[in-house]
């Protein structure tokens, strides 16, 4: 231990800057006093300042892993690897061999097909003439990889200087960078203490065990003509795989045998609520519809949004998609309600208990990362194909946002409100209602617009396992490759999600507010 | 022990994870703010407070930013739970008592004004002021009539039907003290209410309250870190500092007999001359050895409790001594013009 403890002087000012120094050397628990002097120089200035930490600089990945800047460390092995790599190449990698190679090989057959056309020449032979042309374009095939051998050689040389140059490059921005980013560490630091950072032999060892497995390994790979197959390739087992996937396959089965009442009540209740919707949207008179929509939008949203609502309508209308845009709306709807009943209370869950947060936060990752062909296959199996599958598919894919912007609301409701109304003798039930949902209303109306959107996208998709609507015409077009087809239904699906997020922001207008 | 509305007991909160652990060793070992930060990682917020309010009382609490306050405050309706202690609110013991009761207290019992405001950002002035009755179950017309009522007690008619942001930071104060003052509570709990607002109306509000409260007969804690504030309108003083008490006295004897450096610090600088009366300066009546060539036959009389203003006030007119009566009007006292001076000088002359 170096480290000395430095008593706080008499004068405030140079005690301020003991005091300073002593936190550094705290944070740094080796060489505090030079570190101490570069962090002092860093924050002097609100420029960039030039510092050269000569360690780093030279041993940059196992300076930056003692010192615990891991990702420091990633960078520098990589930028040291790349330029070891085309250093190695250029000296040990016998570049342009496999060329060289078929330069003789192609040479070789160009003798023997010379021998040949010359003994058919002596004897006679018809095809004497041919086999000479033959003979050659072979030869100047083989001039050619000789030509290429050569030049892959001379590139070696090339690659041995950019390599250096490179090295010397990460080298040197190393050096100079070192500080900087350590300094911000240190600020880091300074706000959690528990973040470790001073100098550390555990971490150091475990960034040499890291180097002494990836630089060889890497340069081998690199520098000789014919690596090992174990490295090029895993060596995967297919006899895993295999079992493993016919195992699912099973598992599948047996969920869907057993499970069959449980799904078909999930299927049953989709399709009642999508069959009411459907026979509101699609068999109510058109002139019933557009007025109702038209109007919904001119008080909702304005004027303005009302003569698009008119352009857009009449689109679809014209161009024959009405009873397509409205089954289309209808199983969006079905799918937007669902998504809001189940996703908003989720939500409000999901703020309240951490518990719940912390299952339902990778779960709604995994259910808006996975790519939705993936979970039609376990749909198809469960609930077989349709309207309400797609809808479920749909529901998967729309439901994250409206949860997550919901949760994130009620956790912005100020602390000092909610105490305010607790003070007063609110219920937690009253709280909610009537002080934590209205002030997250905006986070929550976003997320139900964000959702609605998120479901439109999925129209295409859905139509995929016989969800019909507008998504089977562009589906239709994909299949037939119409372009045109496909660009005209693709805009009724766009004008669709278009009126239906114009009317729902309307909604969210009265009850916004500004922040504060 | 009936009349005392607040009873408070060796009250103590610990911040933090370890908060048992840090008070056991706080009652076994002694120790002090910094090792409990140290040891517990636990910032103690109030240490071993105990007091009583009896009815009727403005109960001042003083201190500089970060001393407790407003965590002490918080205890009296269990926003915030004692890490150990008793607290005592019209006699029911807070932390004994169920969801149901405490949710009643804060309802009907307990009025608070918090140093942010606190306002329902969503709701009008009128039902931010009629929130407590709303939580009550009072109907809509009759509580919109007693909110109307508590905003025009504190001069905001004609801004029912604003939004809280629309209003000004001194006028929304005043919303959270009619919102307080509207379900008509035993107790109040001011958390610094005056502290944006301009001295003008500080001062008229200031005694609008006092003689509000003192004619309804409610029970107050205030907090301020003014002294002069809690000098006009407080019964009683406390000194906090570091989450302890350090002193409770009458104003007059805050300033008087500070108990240490700190709570002299703190009055340094006060005009006694309202503070101090007659009968804190006075030399006993048998103890005055009159001057020759004076008769006392024309002094003045005063009361016992006349402040340092008005005695000089009487003073100038005459160049007799005063002689100070009590409250039977008894003499009992004298107040020469020196012993006038001196007083007005200060304490530790004696
Ligand atoms: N939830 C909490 N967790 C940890 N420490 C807290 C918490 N609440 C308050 N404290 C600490 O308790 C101490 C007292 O805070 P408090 O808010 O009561 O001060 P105050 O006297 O009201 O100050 P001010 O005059 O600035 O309002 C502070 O040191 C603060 O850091
Ligand atoms: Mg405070």
Not at chain 1, 435 to 456: H, K
Request: proline share 4%; glycine share 8%; aromatic share 8%.
């Amino acid at each position: 231990m170096n480290n000395t403890t430095i008593k706080a002087n008499v004068s405030d000012d140079s005690s301020m800057q003991h005091a300073q120094a002593e936190s550094v050397h705290r944070f740094t628990e080796r060489q505090g006093e030079y570190y101490s002097a570069q962090f002092e120089k860093i924050q002097s200035s609100n420029r960039l300042t030039v510092t050269f930490n000569p360690k780093a600089a030279l041993f940059g990945p196992c300076w930056a892993a003692a010192r615990n800047i891991w990702g420091f460390f990633w960078l520098s092995t990589f930028a040291l690897l790349f330029s070891l790599v085309q250093l190695g190449r250029g000296l040990w990698g016998e570049l342009g061999a496999d060329k060289l190679a078929q330069a003789a090989r192609l040479s070789d057959k160009s003798q023997e097909m010379a021998v040949k056309a010359q003994s058919a020449l002596e004897a006679g032979a018809a095809n004497a003439a041919a086999l000479l042309r033959n003979s050659e374009n072979l030869q100047r095939a083989a001039d050619n990889a000789l030509a290429a051998a050569n030049e892959a050689a001379q590139g070696a040389e090339q690659l041995v200087i950019w390599g250096s140059v490179f090295l010397i490059l990460v080298i040197l921005i190393q050096g100079f960078i070192a500080n900087l980013v350590y300094e911000k560490k240190y600020c880091q630091w300074r706000i959690n203490n528990s973040e470790k950072s001073g100098f550390s032999y555990p971490n150091l060892l475990l960034g040499l065990a890291m180097l002494t497995m990836i630089l060889p390994l890497m340069l081998y790979r690199f520098t000789a003509a014919k690596p090992v197959e174990w490295l090029t390739a895993f060596p995967a087992n297919k006899a895993i795989f295999n079992s493993t996937s016919s195992w699912l396959d099973k598992a599948f089965d047996a969920i869907a045998l057993q499970g069959a009442g449980f799904f078909d009540g999930i299927t049953y209740s989709i399709r009642i609520l999508l069959d009411g919707l459907e026979v509101v949207l699609v068999d109510t008179p058109w002139p019933v519809t557009t007025l109702v929509i038209l109007f919904m939008a001119w008080r909702l949203a304005g004027p303005r949004v009302a003569i698009f609502t008119i352009a857009a309508l009449s689109y679809l209308a014209f161009l024959g998609y009405w009873e397509k845009s409205m089954a289309t709306i209808a199983l969006l709807g079905a799918a937007a309600t669902l998504c809001v009943l189940v996703g908003v209370p989720l939500g409000i869950v999901c703020a309240k208990n951490r518990t719940v947060d912390s299952i339902a936060r990778p779960v709604l990752d995994f259910m808006q990362t996975m790519p939705a062909f993936v979970y039609l296959i376990p749909i198809i199996a469960f609930f077989g194909t349709g309207k309400p599958p797609g809808i479920l598919a749909t529901i998967i894919f729309g439901m994250p946002p409206v949860v997550r912007l919901t949760a994130l609301g009620i956790k912005q409701v100020p602390p000092s409100i909610v105490e305010g109304a607790l003070a007063f003798g609110c219920s937690r039930r009253k709280l909610l209602l009537d002080v934590e949902i209205p002030l997250a209303m905006t986070n929550i109306m976003a997320g139900i617009n964000q959702t609605i959107l998120m479901c439109l996208s999925m129209v295409v998709i859905a139509s995929l396992i016989g969800a019909e609507g507008l998504g089977t015409d562009v589906l239709m077009a994909l299949q037939f490759a119409a372009k045109g087809q496909g660009l005209l239904a693709g805009l009724a699906i766009l004008f669709c999600a278009m009126i239906i997020d114009r009317i729902v922001q309307g909604c969210v207008k009265p009850t916004g507010r500004p922040a504060g | 022990m009936a009349t005392d509305v607040i009873q408070l007991e060796n009250v103590w909160k610990i911040f933090g994870k370890n908060s048992e652990l840090a008070m056991k060793a706080i009652n076994e070992e002694g120790l002090d703010k910094a090792t409990v930060l140290e040891r517990f990682s636990c910032v103690v917020g109030i240490a071993d407070v105990s007091f009583t309010v009896p009815r009727g009382e403005i109960f001042c609490i003083m201190g500089l930013s970060g001393s407790g306050k407003s965590t002490l405050i918080r205890h009296l309706n269990r926003l915030i739970e004692p890490t150990a202690g008793t607290i005592k609110v019209l006699d029911r013991d807070m932390s004994a008592l169920s969801n149901d009761e405490l949710r009643g207290m804060r309802a009907k019992h307990i009025g608070m004004v918090f140093q942010h405001m606190a306002l329902l950002p969503h709701r009008t002035v009128l039902d931010n002021v009629a929130f407590p009755l709303e939580v009550q179950d009072v109907p809509k017309f009759k509580r919109w009539e007693i909110s109307q009522h508590a905003l025009s007690l504190v001069n905001l008619n004609g801004f029912e039907d604003r939004l809280p942001h629309q209003l000004s930071g001194g006028m929304q104060q005043r919303v959270g003290l009619a919102r307080a003052l509207a379900s008509d509570p035993e107790v109040l709990l001011m958390d610094e209410p005056f502290s944006a607002l301009d001295p003008l109306i500080r001062h008229e509000l200031q005694n609008q309250f006092v003689s509000l409260t003192k004619t309804l007969q409610k029970t107050t804690v205030f907090i301020t870190h003014d002294l002069d504030e809690a000098i006009r309108i407080g019964d009683r003083i406390a000194i906090m500092k570091d989450g302890r008490l350090i002193q409770i006295g009458t104003p007059e004897e805050i300033v008087m007999q500070p108990a240490d450096d700190y709570v002299a610090d703190f009055v340094k600088g006060i005009s006694n001359l309202k503070l101090i009366s007659a009968h804190s300066i006075m030399q006993e009546i048998n103890s005055y050895t009159v001057p020759e060539g004076i008769s006392l036959a024309d002094a003045p009389r005063a009361k016992e409790d006349t402040n340092l203003e008005h005695l000089i006030d009487i003073s100038i007119t005459t160049p007799l001594p005063i002689i100070i009566t009590n409250a039977q009007g008894v003499d009992i006292g004298i107040v020469s013009k020196d012993t006038l001076l001196t007083g007005i000088k200060g304490k530790g002359d004696e």
